[in-house]
């Protein structure tokens, strides 16, 4: 690469105001990162405030799985950016249960709420700034694990394959305005929220005494090696760059090879 070229690289989401929900650590944290050292604006939410907060970024103190939340940073985004060219829809992620049936109601509801509904909810706020200027690009982050419903999580998977056959509907309606949606599905990824729920699963294999519908899953990857934060926010930057300028509807696996489909 000339240098010209990575100088223009570097300025790629120049004039651009995005919005990562989930920012403080992990995966949305190496979003807002990368966003940022492109020149973009960045606004982003959490339920709280960490140092783990990349400097640079506007923080709104929000839990988008409530209706207020959304609203509140909805609002927010108005105020302080004026507008929302791009969305992440990054914050998500559920405890394990013992099976299916041990999964309380409440659970069932706060897993919906906070993998899917908060994008349906967000989005449709978000939406009509996007279709008036013709342009947006929304990301929705699910999860390779859609792939193979396991018990422990079914109220996690669930509500993401909800999301991404609702990201699939909501790109087509959009597709006329110009706005782009797609999906990133992460494989097992080395984040806080990653490792204690593998660490709570464990616990529960090893409490229950496993069986195959509890047993945690091999953790080998064929490349060999969880993903980094890193390696989603890649993904995620070229899907919400003029690089992916024909791409929508599309659900982009990235997980080390660990789930091949065609
Ligand atoms: N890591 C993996 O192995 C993996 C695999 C597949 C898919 N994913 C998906 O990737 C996304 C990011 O995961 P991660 O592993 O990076 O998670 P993480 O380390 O737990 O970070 C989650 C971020 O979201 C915020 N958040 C959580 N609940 C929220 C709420 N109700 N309202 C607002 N913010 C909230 C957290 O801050 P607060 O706690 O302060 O609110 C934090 O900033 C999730 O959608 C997850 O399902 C992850």
């Known amino acids: 690469m000339t240098t010209t070229e990575s100088i223009e690289r570097t300025q790629e989401f120049a004039g651009k105001r995005a919005l990562v929900t989930g920012g403080t650590r992990g995966i949305g944290a190496s979003v807002v990162r990368h966003l ?5 604006e960045v606004l982003t939410t959490a339920r709280s405030e960490t ?3 990349p400097q640079g970024a506007t923080f709104v103190k929000a839990d988008v799985g ?4 959304v609203e509140a940073l909805a609002s927010a985004a108005q105020e302080k950016l004026g507008g929302i060219d791009i969305v992440v829809h990054n914050a998500g992620g559920a405890r394990p249960y013992e099976g299916v049936t041990a999964i309380p109601d409440e659970e069932w509801q706060g897993a919906l709420d906070l993998n899917y509904l908060a994008a349906v ?24 694990a859609v792939l193979t419903p396991l018990a422990p999580y079914l109220h996690y998977t669930a509500a993401k394959a909800a999301l991404e056959n609702y990201s699939k509907g909501l790109a087509l309606e ?4 110009g706005i782009r949606v797609n999906t990133v599905s992460p494989g097992r990824t080395a984040t806080p929220g990653g490792e204690e729920t593998r660490k709570e699963w464990a616990e529960m294999s090893a409490r229950t005494g496993g069986g195959s519908a509890l047993t945690q899953a091999d953790d080998s990857t064929p490349l060999g090696r969880d993903g980094l934060p890193e390696d989603i926010a890649q993904a995620v930057l070229f899907l919400v760059s003029d690089r992916a300028s024909w791409l929508t509807a599309s659900n982009l696996v990235v997980d080390g090879g660990e789930f091949p489909r065609g």
């Open 36 to 40: 940022l050292d492109a020149g973009a």
């Open 121 to 144: 909810r967000l989005d449709a706020l978000l939406a009509p700034g996007m279709r008036e200027r013709r342009s947006g690009a929304i990301i929705h982050v699910s999860s390779a």
């Open 66 to 69: 409530t209706h207020s939340g």
């Open 174 to 177: 959009l597709a006329p305005f």
């Open 51 to 53: 140092s783990t907060l």
